[in-house]
């Protein structure tokens, strides 16, 4: 005979009746026993259930004070359509929230300190920040002690500075808040005269109330980090009336110190998704994983980003003009199993995940999921939008034609006009506001306000696995897989034409495509070319080996006035390694102060049979790097 204390699993099937059973006597008004009393509406509820979500209700009606015996409460300050959603959770375990309801939701679960809806509006509250409520996220998070809530916001309230200083919202914040901005070293400006403008508007905006906090507010420029003509006009843009001695004395007695705000460390940086890392050698697919990393031409350095959660492969990637970088869709592992011939297989899972990188905690916060599960979606940046352009094997052509755009500011997805044709191995770039989605000779642009794809011009190859970027008035589609219409057969462009990397280009405004210079590339391994825009340049990031050889990498530049591409930059084999084939690429610019060194290494097939800390490269030995 068990003990009596022991404890059991609790009766779901019981729980799931109970439960019924008392929303069915709140719904008629079955054995209540208080009625709350809001505005003009009565809610006759049971003290229990209150009491058992309430830490207010328990203590109103457990304190043995004549409180505890009232048969009408009247809650003063409190929402009646709000309170009846969290009379509705008490009675059921649901809870409906949405952008309307929830910062009224909060403010109400506060007061009555319903700690379950409490965290859920968090959880809601903290997912849904942007760059629009990122500010009046931050003074909620204050307003009601809430430290995940207040940090989250004022995180993206550094990340979004340049933006958000301007609006209403940061110039009613509170003296405490604004100095706490003020003084981050985590602010993202490259200049700190938009700090000083940042102040002087938050001064003016109420010069009477605020000049109290004058010196406060001024102390937290870093004047150093001003340039000598704003140090020399310093006067002339504060406040009327306050060119005075003692602003002068202010001034003259403000330590002169200069640490970089964190905007001013950025770098802009090469950024790999599904990079391979070789463990102990290539063969041994066991022993190969895939990493995010990113590559800083100025330092050569290689930096480790935050891999995708739950090792997703195979995503979209983008990175947005703020310097967002954003994942999408992927795959999954779902299990490895051993085949009939005794080889390991592995089965995948598509998936619909949305992620985006918050660059100061190098980790990937989870956003809303899109529509439809994707492998390789195109993702593009459009008039404010992100726009997730098919992908590969995603179920059926339907599937594979369709398109869906992201709301940055409302966290949600809505499909759009599906593609006019189903692709494989498409890519995607903007211009002029208009998307432009090509492969083989084919190409479409979708113009968002008509929400219409519309046939351009073709090109003058059909190729496939090509890599595009847009500069200017121009598209440039670059290297890929030649395919041969009489034939189908698919040949590198290498094959075609010899030892360089065939490349296209279509002018926007003349609706024309025209063959441009090739990349002289000794030899190179298709599909291993990606066209990037680096340091207001149009490049190309290109393995220059074939896959059975050491990996050697290169970054090539277009000159435009003499239509010719010059090697602008070799990459070290110090700094990066192996890569594979697979990895995608993108730019943007990251903060290394953020990121940990990467400790990538040249696998150990390249190390000497003795174990020496050396190895062989063009001929010579030179020394591992330091790790």
């Known amino acids: 005979m068990s003990d009596l204390g022991e404890r059991r699993a609790v009766n779901s099937d019981y729980a799931v009746s109970l439960l019924e059973q008392l929303?069915?006597?709140?719904?008629?008004?079955?054995?209540?026993?208080?009625?709350l009393l809001v505005e003009e509406a009565e809610f006759p509820c049971h003290k229990m259930v209150l009491a058992t979500c309430s830490s207010y209700f328990r203590a109103m009606f457990m304190s043995g004070l004549s409180e505890s015996k009232q048969t009408h409460v009247h809650l003063r300050n409190v929402d009646p359509t709000t309170l009846q959603v969290i009379i509705t959770y008490a009675y059921t375990g649901n809870l409906a929230i949405n952008d309307s309801t929830?910062?009224?939701?909060?403010?109400t679960a506060c007061f009555l300190q319903v700690e379950d809806v409490l965290l859920q509006c968090r959880d809601y509250l903290v997912k849904k920040i942007n760059a629009e409520n990122c500010v009046r996220m931050?003074?909620?998070?204050?307003?009601?002690?809430?430290?995940?809530?207040?940090?989250s916001a004022k995180r993206m309230v550094e990340h979004k500075f340049p933006t958000v200083y301007r609006q209403q919202a940061f110039l009613q914040l509170s003296h405490e808040l604004l100095v706490d901005v003020l003084s981050s070293d985590n602010l993202n400006v490259e200049k700190e005269e938009t700090v000083r403008e940042a102040a002087m508007l938050w001064l003016e905006y109420n010069m009477e109330a605020r000049s109290q906090h004058l010196s406060s507010v001024l102390s937290q420029i870093r004047?150093?980090?001003?340039?000598?003509?704003?140090?020399?006009?310093?006067?002339?843009?504060?406040?009327?009336n306050d060119k005075s001695v003692v602003v002068q004395g202010l001034y003259k007695s403000m330590p002169k110190f200069f640490k970089p705000r964190l905007g001013m460390t950025k770098e802009e940086m090469l950024i790999f998704m599904e990079a391979m890392w070789v463990a102990e050698g290539i063969h041994l697919m066991a022993q190969v994983s895939y990493r995010a990393v990113c590559y800083s031409p100025q330092a050569e350095k290689l930096y480790r980003l935050s891999d995708p959660p739950g090792d997703l492969q195979k995503v979209g990637t983008l990175?947005?003009?703020?310097?967002?970088v954003f994942i999408a869709g992927g795959q999954l592992t779902l299990k490895n199993s051993v085949g009939k011939a005794g080889k390991l297989q592995t089965v995948y899972r598509s998936v619909d995940s949305f992620y985006w990188l918050d660059a100061q905690q190098n980790a990937w916060v989870a956003k809303t999921p899109m529509l439809c599960a994707r492998i390789r979606p195109s993702l593009v940046w459009c008039e404010g939008y992100i726009y997730a352009i098919g992908g590969d094997n995603v179920g059926g052509e339907l599937n594979k034609r369709t398109v869906e755009r992201y709301d940055c500011e409302k966290d949600e997805w809505s499909m759009t006009s599906?593609?006019?044709?189903?692709?494989?191995?498409?890519?995607?770039?903007?211009?002029?506001?208009?998307?432009?989605?090509?492969?083989?000779?084919?190409?479409?642009?979708?113009?968002?306000?008509?929400?219409?794809?519309?046939?351009?011009?073709?090109?003058?190859?059909?190729?496939?696995?090509?890599?595009?970027?847009?500069f200017g008035d121009l598209i440039f589609y670059i290297g890929g897989l030649h395919v041969v219409s009489?034939?189908?057969?698919?040949?590198?462009?290498?094959?075609?034409?010899?030892?360089?990397?065939?490349?296209?280009?279509?002018?926007?405004?003349?609706?024309?495509?025209?063959?441009?210079?090739?990349?002289?590339a000794k030899r190179y391994s298709d599909p291993c070319v990606r066209a990037v825009v680096l340091l207001n340049a149009l490049c190309i990031f290109m393995r220059e080996t074939h896959m059975n050889e050491r990996a050697k990498y290169a970054i090539y530049q277009y000159d435009a006035e003499t239509d010719r591409w010059f090697l602008r930059q070799p990459v070290s084999e110090r700094s990066l390694w192996d890569m594979g084939k697979d990895f995608r690429c993108a730019v943007g610019k990251l903060y290394p102060s953020c990121l940990e060194e990467s400790p990538w290494k040249p696998p150990t097939y390249l190390f000497a049979p003795d174990g020496a800390e050396e190895f062989e490269v063009d001929g010579e030995m030179v020394p591992l790097p330091h790790v």
């Open 102 to 107: 929830v910062e009224p939701l909060y403010e």
């Open 223 to 240: 004047i150093d980090a001003l340039s000598e003509v704003t140090q020399r006009a310093w006067f002339q843009g504060l406040p009327p």
């Open 138 to 151: 931050l003074s909620i998070g204050d307003l009601f002690s809430c430290s995940e809530l207040k940090q």
């Open 486 to 520: 009489n034939t189908g057969v698919r040949l590198p462009t290498s094959t075609i034409d010899g030892s360089s990397v065939t490349v296209e280009i279509y002018d926007v405004n003349k609706n024309e495509w025209r063959l441009a210079a090739n990349i002289p």
């Open 319 to 324: 990175v947005s003009p703020d310097n967002d």
């Open 418 to 470: 599906p593609l006019p044709c189903a692709w494989n191995w498409s890519t995607a770039v903007v211009a002029h506001d208009c998307i432009y989605v090509m492969t083989h000779d084919l190409m479409y642009c979708y113009f968002p306000r008509a929400d219409t794809w519309v046939e351009m011009a073709m090109r003058r190859t059909s190729r496939c696995f090509a890599s595009a970027a847009a």
């Open 23 to 35: 929303k069915f006597f709140y719904e008629q008004k079955l054995l209540t026993d208080v009625v």
